[in-house]
Nanobody, 123 residues
Framework: QVQLVESGGGLVQAGSSLRLSCAAS????????VSWFRQAPGKEREFVAA????????YYTDSVKGRFTISRDNAENTVYLQMNSLKPDDTAIYYC????????????????WGQGTQVTVSS
């Protein structure tokens, strides 16, 4: 299975931006659809955004539409999550997950998960 490593989290003020990266191993990264999830303290893990293997299709949860952008650079085996206009409610650990041959859109099942990167947004 592909191995995923998230990076780019940090502590920022509301209204600022962060770009998270999800770096993957392997030569067949373009075969994987990749999603970002987040989990805030005391809450269940929440889907944030998904991108197809080619990058041609994306999907966002309503709370981040217009603020977050998921993208990928398959030559670099990396998926990004550009987060703008951050709000305190965006505070969470952000995880990326990958799946080959996704059967649904957005994917419902994933083959690999990263360990997460902490995003904290102060008011």
């Amino acid at each position: 299975q592909v191995q995923l490593v998230e990076s780019g989290g940090g502590l920022v003020q509301a209204g600022s931006s962060l770009r998270l990266s999800c770096a993957a191993s392997g030569r067949t990264f373009s075969m994987y659809a990749v999603s970002w999830f987040r989990q805030a303290p005391g809450k269940e893990r929440e889907f944030v955004a998904a991108i197809s293997g080619s990058g041609g299709n994306t999907y966002y949860t309503d709370s981040v539409k217009g603020r977050f952008t998921i993208s990928r650079d398959n030559a670099e085996n990396t998926v990004y999550l550009q987060m703008n206009s951050l709000k305190p409610d965006d505070t969470a650990i952000y995880y990326c997950a990958a799946v080959t041959y996704a059967r649904t859109w957005p994917p419902a099942r994933y083959d690999s998960w990263g360990q997460g990167t902490q995003v904290t947004v102060s008011s």
